[in-house]
């Protein structure tokens, strides 16, 4: 499942710039902005198996709450300073920008809000996730899957409420907040913690999840293009056809995968937390190289660059993960 996560996310940051550059209305626009969409369920997909994987083993041991948190932060923490740091220096020299390392407030901002890069971000998400999990798991544990969908739904639309109403102005970068996905990351903690039984029951009901999926992806492609056009979408609207394309997405590939995964992408699942910080400096290096006015057209600039960004990037991670030293050090494994 990793694996397909972050060819999605690979294909988000690098179509982003398609879905601008043709005017809306011709068919190339519709396309990328089609196919950047249907790719959104990437971050939702890494929280979902992170949630699950840590509850399955939560349901299985006693687990020393302390020694938990422990090792998850230690995990995260010294990875995110390097990493932020890395990228505060990239980003700097991208923008010309050296007045801004003077200012204390961006550093705050940079290392709090995971603003350092446009990826980090999801470094404050899955410390979040860690840090409630544990929690999560004792709530929902005993839930019925009905309960647990509507009370899931129920609490993302409370979130998207009382982040309309105040929690943006205490903190802007709200994205970077795991109730942004709170749907996939209670639903896969329930999975998680009743593991075996829900993987029975809902293999058998495969062909029907899998409609659903399709449904709810078509409604969301649809809607998020409209609202990209300009046109008219209520945001609850969206925010629910949103939640219930990328809770489905991530049901169906996990119920995919289990059954079997392609070697392809063991290997990429495998070294997604390090293609993960890896790309964008990249794909950076991508768009420097073609410049503003493209050395090819748009299409095959995009298919170059993707070919481009996934080999240095899982070659890189290769080469990471030879040294222990240094992969303990930059990806804490």
């Known amino acids: 499942m990793r694996g397909i996560a972050i060819l999605a996310v690979v294909i988000i940051h690098l179509t982003a710039s398609a879905t601008i550059y043709y005017p809306p209305g011709c ?13 959104m369920f990437a971050v939702p997909l890494f929280l979902f198996i992170s949630a699950l ?45 050296w007045q801004d390392l003077l200012v ?23 410390f979040q996730l ?32 009382l982040n309309k109403m105040f929690i943006y102005k205490l903190y802007p970068s709200t994205g970077s907040l795991l109730g942004s996905y709170l749907t996939v990351s209670i639903i896969g903690c329930w999975i998680g913690m009743n593991y075996e039984k ?26 998020n293009i409209k609202l990209r056009l300009g046109e008219p979408v209520g945001i609850y609207f969206y925010y629910g056809c949103y939640h ?17 995964e392609s070697g392809i992408l063991t290997y990429l699942g495998e070294n997604s937390f390090a293609i993960y910080l890896l790309h964008p400096f ?13 050395i ?14 996934m080999f240095l990037s899982y070659t890189s991670s290769r080469i990471v993960s030879f040294n222990k030293n240094i992969k303990k050090i930059l990806l804490a494994r």
């Open 53 to 97: 994987i840590i509850s399955k083993k939560l349901s299985n041991s006693k687990v020393n709450l302390r020694e938990f948190y422990i090792k998850r932060c230690k995990g995260l923490i010294i990875p995110y300073v390097i990493w932020s740091s890395f990228y505060i220096g990239l980003r700097t020299v991208l923008n010309s920008s």
């Open 282 to 294: 990249y794909l950076a290096v991508w768009n420097f190289i073609c410049g503003e006015d493209r």
């Open 244 to 260: 219930a394309f990328v809770v489905l997405t991530s049901i169906n590939l996990w119920l995919i995968c289990v059954k079997k």
């Open 27 to 39: 068919l190339k626009y519709y396309f990328y902005n089609t196919v950047n969409s249907m790719v």
């Open 104 to 126: 204390l407030n961006n550093w705050l901002n940079w290392f709090l809000h995971g603003s350092a890069f446009y990826h980090l971000y999801f470094f404050v998400i899955i």
């Open 130 to 161: 860690y840090l409630f999990l544990p929690l999560l798991c004792r709530i929902f544990k005993k839930f019925s899957v009905v309960n647990v969908f509507i009370v899931a739904f129920a609490l993302q639309g409370l979130f998207y409420y």
């Open 296 to 309: 090819f057209n748009q299409d095959i600039t995009l298919l170059l660059g993707f070919i481009f960004v």
């Open 198 to 223: 829900i993987l029975s029951r809902w293999q058998s009901k495969g062909k029907f999840l899998l409609i659903l999926n399709i449904l709810a992806t078509v409604l969301y492609v649809s809607v």
